[in-house]
């Protein structure tokens, strides 16, 4: 259920905002709506999170060392240390990336001296560097004096002296040359520097690695900080007001709105009195964007740790479907996997986890205990159609078989079912079978969807438009098995005591849009509700091509598991010849572990993609849901 809530206003005095918020945090109960702040401390303490958290990101998170506990104070010591470190190390880093170009653009001339080239300069013998085509070399003046240094199949490199600049440079001055320019200093010298900067980003990587003992304590560093920063938002984001009492006096006041659950409503009121603040208690609204708590028994709370992973929260006004969310989700997720086998695996890599959670003396995670009962489901529905690791029925013993139920295993996948009806001219193959068990679901689903929403219509003619939904899904439920599954086992035309089925799904269909064009925008007056249908008459008519898809969507659990049954299957051929063999059993093994742990996890992507659709978009686009919710989160000392 969805916890009911109060929205209430406090008012105080502008100078008494900071003590305010100090006995609603002790109190733990408010839930601030506030969401902006301003000042240089809320900058300051920003500022803080991000260096902390610059250094978890230094420092690394898979660092498995003793922990030490340091101070906040200390933790953003540290911090700085490392932020300091860091930027030293950018800079090494930055001077050894030139220092590596440099040699690279020097490599081809071998070592470069300049303290000895400046010294033969300042005794008036000027040394020049060029490279050129042997052909231009070849130009060059005899008269010049010239040191070839090295060449390839290209180019020539050599050196030109001459105690006169212009005397220099005029036997090269006809031909097509590229001078080379100097490096500040010699390349042994760059060497020795990237030694020395290498050494010391070590250094820096060790001193930073060194800091790994403290990272629980810079986590929770930036937890208190985190706190800070909603304290300072608070503070600082109250509407204030000023009040003219009279002439002489002005009195500021703060106000800010929050809101609460019912039941410790009684607990805001004593503290206000005790505290004279002032307090306005309302009714929430449509219009105030309410947070939402979930509130349900140990085994529906379950469902919470996919919920969160997942994102959604149920609007304050929306419905909170859990229970039918884990329900729908477990026979979804058995069907996808579809394999017991795969069941099992997952069964017993629960009970490790939760055998070792016991050993450890930890609380077992609501997440182990999801996914186990994820596994049962896989296993009772491997059980029911008799898949267990894609092996064929024909060697599976024959307790295993006569647990099956017959007209959905695979042990009469080649058998045809007639039903009563058809007097034996027509039929239904075991996979027409698995498909009206998919679109059945979906009849349920949605139908359990409007049966909801007429609850929370009760009291109001408005309900009639639920009930016309109803009517158009069982309409449309049998026009989807007669078009889907078989036109003749489903016949327009059939009779079953006399009644004519097909021409009462189409009633059915009828009257349902009928009602729901008259009575599902209803809002105290008929006649609006027929014109806001009029208004709106093309999105009314695909409403009711809308229902059609939707419950055709379903069959995605049998195409899914279909496919994985097949890759399975297909994975056991290629093992199954290896296995005979002694010199490919280690082959055949890997083959095995691979090609079902590859499908495994392709069946856990279709899960996420198919079976949580189906509730997060087809079921609840039935309910008008639109998960627009956020979480409750009272403001309070302690962490989550």
């Known amino acids: 259920?969805?916890?009911?809530?109060?929205?209430?206003?406090?008012?105080?005095?502008?100078?008494?905002?900071?003590?305010?918020?100090?006995?609603?945090?002790?109190?733990?109960?408010?839930?601030?709506?506030?969401?902006?702040?301003?000042?240089?401390?809320?900058?300051?303490?920003?500022?803080?999170?991000?260096?902390?958290?610059?250094?978890?990101?230094?420092?690394?998170?898979?660092?498995?060392?003793?922990?030490?506990?340091?101070?906040?104070?200390?933790?953003?010591?540290?911090a700085k240390q490392i932020k300091n470190f860091e930027e030293e190390k950018a800079l090494c880093q930055s001077e050894k990336i030139m220092l590596v170009s440099e040699l690279e653009r020097l490599k081809q001339w071998g070592e470069i001296d300049t303290d000895s080239i400046n010294e033969l300069k300042e005794k008036g013998v000027e040394v020049y560097f060029y490279e050129t085509s042997k052909k231009e070399y070849d130009l060059i003046s005899k008269n010049a004096t010239t040191v070839r240094l090295n060449s390839n199949k290209s180019m020539i490199r050599f050196?030109?002296?001459?105690?006169?600049?212009?005397?220099?440079?005029?036997?090269?001055?006809?031909?097509?040359?590229?001078?080379?320019?100097?490096?500040?200093?010699?390349?042994?010298?760059?060497?020795?520097?990237?030694?020395?900067?290498?050494?010391?980003?070590?250094?820096?990587?060790?001193n930073i690695s060194s800091s790994a003992c403290y990272l629980n304590s810079?986590?929770?560093?930036?937890?208190?900080?985190?706190?800070?920063?909603?304290?300072?938002?608070?503070?600082?984001?109250?509407?204030?007001?000023?009040?003219?009492?009279?002439?002489?006096?002005?009195?500021?006041?703060?106000?800010?709105?929050?809101?609460?659950?019912?039941?410790?409503?009684?607990?805001?009121?004593?503290?206000?009195?005790?505290?004279?603040?002032?307090?306005?208690?309302?009714?929430?609204?449509?219009?105030?964007?309410?947070?939402?708590?979930?509130?349900?028994?140990?085994?529906?709370?379950?469902?919470?740790?996919?919920?969160?992973?997942?994102?959604?929260?149920?609007?304050?006004?929306?419905?909170?479907?859990?229970?039918?969310?884990?329900?729908?989700?477990?026979?979804?997720?058995?069907?996808?996997?579809?394999?017991?086998?795969?069941?099992?695996?997952?069964?017993?890599?629960?009970?490790?986890l939760i055998i070792y959670s016991f050993i450890k003396n930890k609380k077992v995670s609501p997440m182990y205990l999801l996914i186990g009962l994820f596994g049962l489901s896989t296993v009772l529905?491997?059980?029911?159609?008799?898949?267990?690791?894609?092996?064929?029925?024909?060697?599976?013993?024959?307790?295993?078989?006569?647990?099956?139920?017959?007209?959905?295993?695979?042990?009469?996948?080649?058998?045809?079912?007639?039903?009563?009806?058809?007097?034996?001219?027509?039929?239904?193959?075991?996979?027409?079978?698995l498909q009206i068990v998919c679109f059945s679901l979906a009849l349920i689903q949605l139908t359990v969807a409007h049966i909801k929403c007429s609850v929370k219509n009760k009291g109001s003619i408005k309900i009639l438009g639920d009930v016309g939904a109803i009517l158009q899904l069982l309409g449309i439920y049998y026009l989807v098995l007669s078009l889907v599954v078989n036109s003749q086992v489903f016949s327009f035309g059939l009779l079953i005591g006399g009644i004519p089925i097909g021409a009462v799904a189409i009633a059915l269909i009828g009257i349902g849009f009928v009602l729901s064009f008259v009575f599902s925008n209803y809002e105290g007056n008929i006649l609006k509700s027929i014109t806001s249908s009029c208004k709106n008459i093309v999105s009314v008519i695909l409403g009711v091509v809308n229902v059609f898809s939707d419950i055709v969507s379903y069959i995605r659990l049998w195409a899914v598991g279909l496919a994985g049954a097949a890759i399975s299957a297909t994975v056991n051929v290629l093992a199954g010849p290896l296995l005979g063999n002694f010199m490919f059993m280690l082959l055949a093994i890997f083959l095995l572990v691979f090609g079902h742990g590859l499908n495994i996890i392709l069946n856990v992507l279709s899960v996420i993609v198919h079976g949580i659709r189906l509730n997060t978009l087809e079921f609840s686009s039935h309910l008008d849901m639109s998960w627009s919710g956020h979480k409750f989160k009272p403001f309070k000392e302690k962490f989550d």
Not at 19 to 27: A, I, M, N, S
Not at 168 to 186: D, E, G, K
Not at 386 to 401: A, D, H, I, R, Y
């Open 159 to 206: 050196a030109l002296i001459k105690s006169n600049i212009e005397e220099a440079q005029a036997p090269i001055v006809a031909i097509s040359v590229n001078s080379l320019v100097l490096p500040q200093i010699s390349t042994t010298e760059m060497r020795e520097k990237l030694l020395l900067l290498n050494k010391r980003i070590d250094e820096i990587n060790a």
């Open 1 to 78: 259920m969805i916890v009911p809530m109060s929205k209430v206003s406090l008012i105080i005095l502008e100078d008494k905002k900071r003590e305010t918020l100090k006995v609603l945090r002790k109190l733990g109960l408010l839930h601030v709506e506030i969401f902006e702040g301003y000042g240089e401390n809320l900058v300051e303490l920003q500022e803080q999170i991000t260096l902390l958290e610059s250094s978890i990101f230094a420092i690394g998170k898979n660092k498995k060392v003793e922990q030490v506990d340091i101070s906040v104070e200390e933790a953003l010591a540290i």
């Open 381 to 433: 529905w491997g059980t029911i159609t008799c898949t267990w690791f894609g092996l064929s029925s024909e060697v599976l013993p024959n307790w295993l078989k006569s647990l099956s139920i017959p007209w959905i295993s695979n042990v009469y996948a080649d058998k045809i079912w007639y039903p009563f009806w058809t007097n034996g001219e027509a039929g239904l193959t075991t996979a027409q079978n």
């Open 218 to 352: 810079i986590k929770q560093a930036i937890k208190h900080k985190e706190k800070e920063v909603e304290f300072e938002t608070y503070a600082t984001g109250m509407t204030v007001e000023n009040l003219s009492l009279d002439k002489k006096q002005n009195v500021s006041i703060a106000y800010f709105k929050g809101y609460i659950e019912n039941e410790n409503l009684d607990k805001l009121k004593r503290v206000a009195i005790e505290n004279s603040w002032g307090l306005f208690v309302e009714e929430p609204t449509n219009e105030d964007n309410v947070p939402t708590k979930l509130k349900n028994n140990r085994f529906v709370s379950l469902i919470y740790p996919l919920t969160d992973f997942l994102g959604t929260v149920p609007g304050y006004f929306e419905h909170d479907i859990s229970s039918w969310f884990l329900m729908f989700i477990l026979i979804f997720f058995g069907i996808i996997f579809g394999d017991g086998g795969y069941g099992l695996l997952i069964c017993f890599i629960t009970a490790i």
